[in-house]
């Protein structure tokens, strides 16, 4: 019956296609992670008032993590094709989609990043300071494991943006679900394959959406 | 011993200056108990973080057992810091740690290894008498018991100095008494010199002996807590006294008694020091077989003794209430005054 309802359903291309958008997303969500963890301390820091207040830094950064933020998705992977081909020596398949994943991605989670260490309270960060703490020993002891519940909303959010990428990245060559649903679904006219793809993906964002929360809740002892 | 000298901070905004703390000279005692007492805005607050240089001072010396704080490099500046305990109003706990860790941070910053840390927050955690909650978290805690964590912090690397930053503004007149009562004993025990800044003159009266009053980032008033209850010479000094003793005039106003009383003397006792424990009134009753009746008044007890005025009425033979006023006079500290003499 399900092969009349759905006749067009391969189930390994299926499995192939959901194991490559998890390969994307985790990745990408690791490099987003890494670096957008950086912009964001760098921007919170070198702010007006901040530890390493810096005008001009502040200003590079916040430039260069809203331009790229400015940029829609799908035109920035076409941009990235030169930088892409140079790093991975190829523009198919997911490792080609990581390198404009990550740089999609971790400008905007470097903002959400941002915003976490502001709600840190002041009060306790200068405490740290008064008990003779160093830079690295505030960043470290206070303002990460302070922002932590924050930071972990912060990319999950960002997981789900970046599994939303991954298809549209599929839809120019990255492979993956979205890949899947745009060739052998929609160019065909196999709008049960387009269907399943749509609830795996739905799925997915499902999956990671309950793992933050979850995370988010244990660690807030607040 | 510390000592301040010309100590100043200008806040600039962008038209005028103001300065919060204005070229102020000062020392207080190694063992002090130094309140700091003023309005919102008065500066105190900035004061106190001046002296670890949370704020940087625009200009001015602060030396702190012979050490010149305003001298001192980043590195520097780190470890005298480490010496130096701060007790904030709003507790500035870290809430992912647990109330032990919140005590073993300063241990970590200063390098101190995990065993020996973890045997000093043990009697840390005596001390501030929070044993079996060392592994709750801040927010399950009261408010009196985040104090009580934030002392125990600031105690950890045994420092010479404590610093008190409106340390029990947030707390309830009852917690604020538990937690003066614990500054107390470690200012005896562990012998280490407290700033403490207030707005309130009941922190200064139940634990300082040194007592400074701010106004416009200047130290207007200072000097011993007894002196400057008794003689108040500032109006703002004034009001603080006010504040716990009742305004002079309600005190002094005792027209409607006198009418009630016509026999004997209507005397003012005005108690300074100590005297009070030494049941000054049961004395000369049954010392000089005279009778006294209370009529009005409000002691109150500081850290150098009692401070206060009582009214009383003394009826009986003539030349035994002179010779207790006499010796009321001669023998105690207590200053008599006959208000009416009905004989």
Redesign the interface.
């Known amino acids: 019956m399900l092969t009349n309802l759905l006749p067009n359903i391969k189930v390994e291309d299926f499995i192939e296609a959901t194991y490559e958008t998890f390969y994307m997303t985790i990745i990408a969500l690791v490099g987003t992670f890494i670096i957008g963890l950086l912009l964001g301390l760098l921007l919170f820091l070198t702010q007006k008032g901040g530890i390493w207040q810096n005008k001009l830094l502040n200003l590079v950064i916040a430039t260069v993590v809203n331009v790229f933020r400015a940029i829609p998705f799908i035109i920035l992977i076409l941009l990235l094709f030169p930088f892409t081909n140079f790093l991975i020596g190829t523009i198919r398949g997911p490792n080609a989609a990581l390198p404009a994943l990550i740089i999609g991605a971790a400008p905007f989670y470097g903002r959400l990043v941002e915003i976490a260490l502001r709600e840190v309270?002041k009060?306790?960060v200068?405490?740290?300071?008064?008990?003779?703490?160093?830079t690295s020993?505030i960043i470290f002891?206070?303002l990460l494991?302070?922002s932590?519940p924050a930071l972990i909303s912060g990319i999950t959010v960002t997981a789900i943006a970046l599994i939303g990428y991954t298809a549209m990245a599929g839809a120019i060559g990255a492979g993956g679900l979205g890949s899947y649903a745009y060739y052998s679904g929609f160019q065909r006219r196999d709008f049960d394959v387009v269907l399943i793809c749509s609830i795996i993906i739905v799925c997915i964002v499902f999956l990671f959406q309950f793992i933050g929360d979850y995370v988010s809740r244990k660690?807030d002892?607040? | 011993m510390i000592s301040i000298q010309g100590l100043s901070k200008v806040f600039t905004s962008n038209k005028s200056n103001t300065a919060a703390v204005d070229n102020l000279t000062l020392s207080i005692d190694q063992g002090d108990i130094f309140g700091v007492i003023g309005y919102s805005g008065a500066g105190k607050s900035t004061f106190v973080r001046l002296l670890n240089r949370l704020e940087e001072p625009t200009s001015g010396r602060i030396t702190m057992n012979d050490k010149e704080i305003t001298t001192l490099n980043k590195r520097e500046l780190r470890l005298v810091r480490q010496d130096i305990g701060m007790v904030f109003q709003h507790f500035n706990l870290l809430w992912s740690r647990t109330v032990a860790d919140n005590i073993a941070f300063p241990l970590e910053i200063a390098g101190i290894p995990k065993a020996e840390r973890d045997n000093r927050v043990k009697t840390l955690i005596e001390l501030v008498g929070l044993t079996g909650k060392e592994t709750s978290y801040p927010a399950q805690l009261s408010g009196g018991q985040k104090q009580r964590v934030g002392i125990a912090r600031a105690l950890a690397n045994k420092p010479k100095v404590l610093l008190c930053d409106e340390a029990t503004s947030a707390l309830d007149p009852e917690t604020t008494n538990a937690i003066l009562d614990l500054l107390v004993n470690i200012n005896k025990n562990l012998g280490l010199t407290i700033i403490l800044i207030t707005h309130e003159m009941q922190v200064i009266r139940k634990i300082c002996n040194q007592v400074a009053v701010m106004e416009n980032g200047k130290i207007v008033e200072q000097g011993n807590v007894l002196d400057v209850f008794l003689h108040p010479k500032q109006t703002v000094t004034k009001k603080f006294v006010k504040q716990i003793m009742g305004s002079d005039e309600e005190d002094s106003d005792i027209s409607h008694v006198m009418n009630r009383y016509q026999n004997g003397k209507l005397i003012r006792l005005h108690f300074v020091g100590e005297t009070t424990n030494d049941a000054l009134i049961s004395q000369i009753i049954k010392k000089y077989g005279v009778d006294i009746s209370i009529l009005q008044g409000k002691i109150t007890q500081t850290q150098a003794g009692a401070y206060g005025t009582l009214f009383i009425q003394m009826d009986g033979n003539e030349k035994d209430m002179n010779k207790a006023i006499s010796f009321v006079r001669e023998e105690t500290s207590v200053e008599l005054e006959v208000i009416h003499d009905a004989n």
């Not at chain 1, 200068?126 to 160093?134: F, H, P």
């Open positions: 309270d009060g306790v200068e405490a740290a300071k008064a008990m003779g703490a160093k020993t002891k206070v494991p302070e932590m660690l002892k607040r």
